[in-house]
């Protein structure tokens, strides 16, 4: 009798030996067989791959993005963030006069806190209550002094990516935010923010005890040290 040697390449793919002539042959159906159901299509093989090593390990789905590369282990994950790249936003803001969009509900929600000044989620240590959970993780640094994002330049330290990747930009010399009414560019949106409160006059920060209106509150701060007699430095 002869035997047909195989070997197991992976979970889809058997590869048979060769060398051997088989001859086939008709056997008639067996009536009180059941064929399997077809099973449902497999995901496009396009967007699957199989690593081993490095940050992909075991994420089978990856972004085709030239110089993405991200692998993720749902395809709903990688759809998620290839609207990241196309710009797609198709969860808007139901909020009269609002109109932002998000990638995903889950940004939406939290986006609709602000709102309703919803905040479930409070610091342990001292009370202050956040509207998104990474914000608290944040702010809890802040107590822990942990400050996990270092610049490969100068060593610097900070509590969050987004700091580190302003931070940065004092080296590359990037200034991403341009104020459309003089041209003046930024390497952040809050100083942005701010500047332009230089053109609109708005001043949205108030003194309790003077009335006096200020456009940061940094500058409101320094100021109320002129009532309660506070030199910190």
Same mark, same amino acid.
């Not at 009798?1 to 086939?24: A, I, P």
């Not at 701010?194 to 100021?223: A, D, I, M, Q, W």
């Given at each position: 009798?002869?035997?047909?040697?195989?070997?197991?390449?992976?979970?889809?793919?058997?590869?048979?030996?060769?060398?051997?002539?088989?001859?086939?042959c008709t056997?008639?159906?067996?009536?009180?067989?059941?064929?399997?159901?077809?099973?449902?299509?497999?995901?496009?093989?396009?967007?699957?791959?199989?690593?081993?090593?490095?940050?992909?390990?075991?994420?089978?789905?990856?972004?085709?993005?030239?110089?993405?590369?991200?692998?993720?282990?749902?395809?709903?994950?990688?759809?998620?963030?290839?609207?990241?790249?196309?710009?797609?936003?198709?969860?808007?803001?139901?909020?009269?006069?609002?109109?932002?969009?998000?990638?995903? /509900?889950?940004?939406? *929600?939290?986006?609709?806190?602000?709102?309703?000044?919803?905040?479930?989620?409070?610091?342990?240590?001292?009370?202050?209550?956040?509207?998104?959970?990474?914000?608290?993780?944040?702010?809890?640094?802040?107590?822990?002094?942990?400050?996990?994002?270092?610049?490969?330049?100068?060593?610097?330290?900070?509590?969050?990516?987004?700091?580190?990747?302003?931070?940065?930009?004092?080296?590359?010399?990037?200034?991403?935010?341009?104020?459309?009414l003089c041209?003046?560019?930024?390497?952040?949106?809050?100083?942005?923010?701010?500047?332009? *409160?230089?053109?609109?006059?708005?001043?949205?920060?108030?003194?309790?005890?003077?009335?006096?209106?200020?456009?940061? /509150?940094?500058?409101?701060? *320094?100021?109320?040290?002129?009532?309660?007699?506070?030199?910190?430095?």
């Open positions: 009798m002869l035997s047909v040697n195989y070997k197991v390449e992976d979970e889809d793919t058997v590869q048979r030996s060769s060398g051997v002539n088989l001859t086939t056997v008639p159906p067996d009536p009180s067989y059941n064929a399997p159901k077809p099973e449902d299509p497999s995901p496009d093989q396009s967007q699957i791959v199989t690593t081993s090593t490095g940050q992909n390990r075991g994420k089978r789905f990856q972004c085709g993005e030239c110089e993405c590369g991200k692998g993720f282990i749902s395809k709903s994950n990688l759809v998620t963030h290839k609207r990241i790249h196309t710009g797609e936003k198709p969860f808007p803001c139901s909020e009269c006069g609002c109109g932002k969009c998000f990638i995903t /509900k889950a940004k939406l *929600r939290a986006h609709q806190r602000s709102h309703t000044g919803e905040k479930p989620f409070s610091c342990s240590l001292c009370g202050k209550c956040f509207s998104q959970k990474s914000h608290l993780v944040k702010h809890e640094r802040i107590h822990t002094g942990e400050k996990p994002y270092s610049c490969s330049l100068c060593g610097k330290c900070f509590i969050s990516k987004s700091n580190l990747n302003i931070h940065e930009r004092i080296h590359t010399g990037e200034k991403p935010y341009l104020c459309s041209g003046k560019c930024f390497t952040d949106k809050l100083h942005l923010v701010r500047h332009s *409160r230089s053109h609109t006059g708005e001043k949205p920060y108030s003194c309790s005890e003077c009335g006096k209106c200020f456009t940061s /509150k940094s500058n409101l701060v *320094r100021h109320e040290r002129s009532h309660t007699g506070e030199r910190p430095y």
